[in-house]
T-cell receptor
Framework: EAEVAQSPRYKITEKSQAVAFWCDPISGHATLYWYRQILGQGPELLVQ????????DSQLPKDRFSAERLKGVDSTLKIQPAELGDSAMYLC????????????FGSGTRLTVV | GQSLEQPSEVTAVEGAIVQINCTYQ??????LSWYQQHDGGAPTFLSY????GLEETGRFSSFLSRSDSYGYLLLQELQMKDSASYFC??????????????FGKGTMLLVSP
């Protein structure tokens, strides 16, 4: 069964350091999403890509977060500088196209900022 | 924007039936989805309702009433492995015109022997 790959699985970083997460969606999926999930809460959308273009980054804290999907395949989410409040699970998901109701999520990156 | 309400926790015993409710408010509505997430795992898609009525997938069923902005997930013949968090999610218009999923805060289901 096709999977969304994410790395690293866990990341511990010090406050004010830079951190990056990588996601490889299911082959052929045009739409890629980055969600943040705080413990005990539901996932919250950070950014949505359609192919290589950002189509929604309204909830992305752009002063410290950036995301790219240069060739419309894999994607990187970066935080610089990291803050204590960024500690969360960062989930990547993909779907065949925008509006497709069944997202496939990766296992996520658990970030701890100390 | 969108907002969803669901109970924070539900408990039940093995073999029982449990219903997890979800009410939503959204400026545009394209369907209600349900996801399951085991502790530390990825959310996995369970079901989708675009129209009113009941959708059945094995032991799981999902219901939608668009006029009431309400849906539920019904789990039958509960098993210990069903202990997980369950999220309802509405598909609505994003700023860009593309639709996206907004998730509720989740309901933790605890199944006991």
């Amino acid at each position: 069964e096709a999977e969304v790959a994410q790395s690293p699985r866990y990341k511990i970083t010090e406050k004010s350091q830079a951190v990056a997460f990588w996601c490889d969606p299911i082959s052929g999926h045009a739409t890629l999403y980055w969600y943040r999930q705080i413990l005990g809460q539901g996932p919250e959308l950070l950014v949505q890509f359609q192919d290589e273009s950002v189509v929604d980054d309204s909830q992305l804290p752009k002063d410290r977060f950036s995301a790219e999907r240069l060739k419309g395949v894999d994607s990187t989410l970066k935080i610089q500088p990291a803050e204590l409040g960024d500690s969360a699970m960062y989930l990547c998901a993909s779907s065949l196209r925008a509006g497709n109701y069944g997202y496939t999520f990766g296992s996520g990156t658990r970030l701890t900022v100390v | 924007g969108q907002s969803l309400e669901q109970p924070s926790e539900v408990t039940a015993v093995e073999g029982a039936i449990v219903q997890i409710n979800c009410t939503y408010q959204t400026s545009g509505f394209y369907g209600l989805s349900w996801y399951q997430q085991h502790d530390g795992g990825a959310p996995t898609f369970l079901s989708y309702n675009g129209l009113d009525g009941l959708e059945e997938t094995g032991r799981f069923s999902s219901f939608l009433s668009r006029s009431d902005s309400y849906g539920y997930l019904l789990l039958q013949e509960l098993q210990m492995k069903d202990s997980a968090s369950y999220f309802c999610a509405v598909r609505g218009p994003a700023n860009s015109g593309y639709s996206t999923l907004t998730f509720g805060k989740g309901t933790m289901l605890l199944v006991s022997p």
